[in-house]
């Protein structure tokens, strides 16, 4: 059940969404039951089970681990799969401490209603360790509710975090109404628990006025296959190139209002007789062999910028001289509209086992994981770049799934934040879509524009509150014209971030304290 609110394949049905309700349901009643309560093993029992609920979940959730080692990383079937087991055997611990914490919890106050009062707070904790510790907070549950305007006004609030505890907490009112001791407090407390979450569920009505939309933004999507060879010799580089600046040109043209989805049907404007100055333009990460300091590139995005009168980000790779040593980065380069190069933004939170190995010497086995990256050196600061007025905050690929450093964009003035990603590593797997709603995620939490360009798609904008204004289909060589805007206010999570996580980690902890206090002090 917790499996069906994510993305399996494609963008999640509006009628999955409501698992997030009850998919812990089954398992609190397990471990709350007096049988399991009364067992001798009892905390064993509830780690297992929840870990054998986590470990299927993360194998599920994120096959596309198994894929993306394989056809892209080059690497045999039996460690491809090895390489999943092993990511779903670590981050199921995350469940597995839930269960005992519950299942702790309810022995020491002799009450399994304490400890579904308590269970909320536990859960956000283990997600926010998850940021800290392992550093993979992948689906966290909010991110289920991200098209749900009601839940997703908490954002700005308290992060994706919020939401995360107003649903399990909906789980474990259900579960309190079932272990309710008489028949008529049973039925009130599921009619009560089972009302909120039909009231909560259908947050998507609750829509506020689409955002004003001034400017207009060019999004590149180069569709470059990531496991073919890229090095374009000769003539092909300015061929490729020349192809790219020519679409980065087009200021109208049809999109898809909303998602990529198969059945839509391509919005074609009225294009205005005067050609539109756009408000930037956008090329991708991408396996194009695109270096920072290579004239032929350099030459190509500065007559673009001028020729255009626009700035221009665009995704490449850097290497810095050190001695006899080259440091390579995951870059992007900001352009101004005179031509010259402003910057660039360096990738700080680089994706593990893709652009870097850690424990390189334990994982030889893993030298060829990636062809085209795997020995990168991450960035130090965090850059915002200015163009006529305008403040452009910058992150790349992987770094959308941390809100608590994306914030910080916007709240070092950040008008509108931008993505920049190749999500053709995935293929045709659920995790595109995965990224995309934690990207609206944090749009809505910094109530920003949020314009999302990638190789092979999802390009898109996001407006303030997580919706899709318009798109292009995946795996095509075309460019998104779109509208966008500028915000300068700064929500309560932009400028004191993971507040919220932090008081439910805390409050877990002092849960933790009575519950071992009570034991000893019965025992």
């Given at each position: ?15 999955r ?12 009643y ?6 399991n ?9 509830g780690a297992?089970a ?9 194998t ?6 198994y894929?993306?080692m394989l056809?892209?990383g080059?690497?045999?079937p039996?460690i ?13 611990l995350y469940?597995a ?11 020491a106050?002799r ?17 926010l360790l998850?940021?800290r ?5 992948w689906?966290?549950l909010g ?11 908490l ?5 994706v ?6 649903l399990v907490a909906g789980?474990a ?6 272990l309710?001791?008489?028949g008529?407090?049973?039925l ?22 689409s955002?004003?939309s ?13 496991n ?5 010799p000769g ?14 040109t087009?200021t ?7 998602m990529p ?17 756009p ?9 194009a062999?695109?270096?920072d ?8 995005l ?6 255009m ?5 665009a ?23 005179d031509?010259?190069?402003a910057g ?6 680089l ?5 870097y190995i850690?424990?390189?010497?334990f994982?030889?086995?893993?030298k ?8 990168m050196t ?6 915002v770049f200015?163009s006529d007025?305008?403040?452009?905050g910058?992150?790349i ?7 608590d ?17 190749n ?22 939490e910094?109530?920003?524009w949020?314009?999302?360009?990638t190789?092979t798609?999802?390009t898109?904008v996001?407006?303030p509150?997580?919706r ?6 995946r795996h ?5 014209a ?6 300068s ?15 439910c980690g ?11 206090w009570?034991?000893?002090r019965?025992?």
């Open positions: 059940m917790l499996m069906l609110p994510f993305s399996i394949i494609g963008p999640v049905p509006f009628w969404t409501f698992f997030s309700w009850v998919a812990f349901v089954p398992l609190f397990g471990l709350l039951t007096g049988e309560l009364n067992h001798p093993k009892a905390l064993l029992r297992l929840a870990y054998l609920m986590g470990f299927l979940w993360f599920g959730n994120c096959y596309w681990i894929q993306t056809y892209y080059g690497l045999p039996i491809s799969a090895g390489i999943l087991i092993a990511y779903s055997l670590v981050l199921g469940f401490a839930l269960g005992l914490l519950v299942t702790a919890a309810a022995r106050f009450s399994p209603y304490y400890a579904l009062l308590a269970a909320p707070f536990f859960w956000v904790a283990l997600e998850s940021a510790f392992t550093k993979v907070p689906d966290l991110y289920s509710q991200v098209g749900n305007f009601l839940l997703t006004s954002a700005p609030w308290t992060g975090y919020g939401i995360t505890f107003v789980n009112l259900i579960v309190w109404g079932i309710a001791s008489t008529k407090r049973r009130v407390l599921l009619t009560i628990g089972l009302l909120a979450v039909l009231v909560l569920e259908n947050g998507d009505h609750f829509a506020p006025p955002a004003p001034p400017a207009t933004a060019v999004l590149l999507q180069q569709n470059l296959n990531v073919q060879d890229n090095s374009w003539a092909e580089y300015e061929h490729h190139v020349s192809q790219f600046a020519k679409l980065s087009r109208c043209g049809p999109f898809l209002a909303g989805e198969l059945n839509a049907y391509p919005v074609t404007p009225d294009c205005p007789a005067r050609p539109v100055t408000g930037v333009i956008l090329w991708p990460e991408s396996p062999p695109f270096v300091k290579d004239p032929r590139l350099l030459t190509a500065r007559d673009l910028a001028v020729y009168n626009a700035p221009l980000i995704g490449s790779t850097s290497l810095d001289a050190h001695g006899v040593r080259f440091d390579m980065y995951n870059s992007a380069l900001f352009v101004r509209p031509g010259t190069v660039r933004y360096d990738k700080i939170h994706v593990p086992w893709g652009e850690p424990f390189k010497s994982f030889s086995f893993a060829n994981l990636t062809q085209q990256a795997g020995d991450h960035g130090w600061r965090r850059m200015s007025g305008h403040r452009f910058v992150f690929c992987y770094e959308e799934i941390f809100g450093e994306i914030r910080l964009f916007a709240k070092q003035g950040a008008q509108v934040l931008v993505n920049i990603s999500d053709g590593w995935y293929g045709d797997t659920c995790a595109p879509w995965q990224t995309l709603n934690m990207s609206r995620m944090r749009a809505i910094n109530r920003r949020l314009l999302r360009d190789n798609g999802i898109t996001i407006d509150y997580g899709l204004t318009a798109s292009v289909q095509a060589l075309t460019s998104l779109a509208r966008y805007g500028y915000r206010d700064h929500t309560f999570y932009t400028l004191h971030g993971d507040l919220f996580a932090y008081l805390i409050i877990t902890l002092g849960i933790i304290a009575a519950t071992v009570l034991s000893l019965r025992h």
